[in-house]
């Protein structure tokens, strides 16, 4: 999604001159293009977010539009009050952009783990929260970003993220999209668990009848997609690399019983714990219980008890 980011970032950059681009200390391989073609526009403040987001913010209020660039828990729990009191107090059209969402560093260890930040994020006021399924939907959403006002927390994998789009869908932040029509359950993922969703329901693919809705935006939720996965499946399984304490299940989940659905919810995501592990993503996917064998055999229980209720 790095790549896919950068590209769609670039674009903007071209038909907006009030984009400017903020890292701290991260990714200049990938970003020479970049800085050689907008001089000026691209800045490195060294190891220190919570002084970038203050930069930001103050660039944002003198007419520019940036985007500032960090791994996930260094752009976002460790600069957390800057992010509150300066952009959305302030309501600045600010992009956060987080890469390596849930365990895509996993090697690196819980310190790298990104699994409370979706939370986090969508607490803040006046902040869109937005979690690309895979590189088509990143570059995409970046052209979104910029035509909107206000700020924004834009959640990214890491390299190599897997393509599910095969021609570019119609994206619309706040505005899910639906990859696969089903009648029996509905599973709708955030981020890069898309991939897996999909996979999940390959591996279905006979047993039960599975709809795959690629919900990029977790706020605001596209109200209008759960209404329809309401009235036209039986359950709701929902698919983030995330802790499910107060992410996009949780946010599902109130939107649910905001409006008084009856359709039964399950919720995929990581434990309420830290993993003392390191490993690959799709190791440490698999030590939280997300793999796609592991969420197939899981709806294939529940469905069942869904049938016998």
């Known amino acids: 999604m790095r790549n896919a980011f950068i590209r769609g970032l670039t674009a903007l950059a071209a038909k907006d001159p009030s984009v400017v681009f903020l ?39 003198g007419g520019y539009r940036p985007f500032v660039y960090s791994i996930v828990p260094f752009a976002t729990l460790r600069c957390f009050e800057q992010i509150r009191n300066d952009v959305c107090y302030n309501k600045v059209p600010v992009t956060v952009v987080g890469v390596g969402g849930g365990f895509a560093y996993g090697p690196n260890g819980p310190t790298h783990h990104a699994t409370e930040d979706i939370a986090v994020m969508r607490s803040l006021p006046n902040l869109t929260v937005v979690c690309p399924g895979d590189p088509v939907e990143a570059e995409l959403a970046v052209m979104a970003i910029g035509e909107q006002q206000g700020p924004t927390y834009l959640r990214l994998g890491r390299a190599g993220d897997p393509v599910v789009h095969t021609t570019k869908p119609d994206f619309c932040l706040g505005k899910a999209i639906t990859l696969q029509r089903g009648s029996d359950c509905s599973l709708i993922s955030t981020g890069g668990m898309l991939p897996v969703a999909m996979e999940a329901a390959e591996l279905l693919r006979g047993e039960i009848s599975c709809q795959v809705v690629s919900m990029h935006t977790v706020k605001p939720l596209d109200g209008i997609a759960l209404r329809d996965c309401c009235r036209e499946t039986q359950a709701i399984f929902t698919l983030e690399e995330h802790s499910l304490t107060g992410g996009f299940g949780s946010a599902v989940g109130e939107w649910l019983a905001g409006h008084r659905m009856q359709t039964p919810l399950h919720s995929f995501g990581s434990r309420d714990s830290f993993l003392h592990v390191s490993g690959s993503q799709d190791y440490l996917r698999e030590a939280s219980g997300i793999s796609a064998r592991q969420i197939a055999q899981t709806i294939r229980l529940r469905m069942s008890e869904t049938a016998l209720a």
């Open 23 to 61: 890292t701290a200390d991260l990714g200049f391989k990938l970003f020479d293009d970049f800085a050689a073609r907008f001089p000026g526009r691209f800045m490195n403040v060294g190891v220190a977010e919570a002084n970038m987001i203050g930069v930001a913010a103050g660039l944002a209020l």
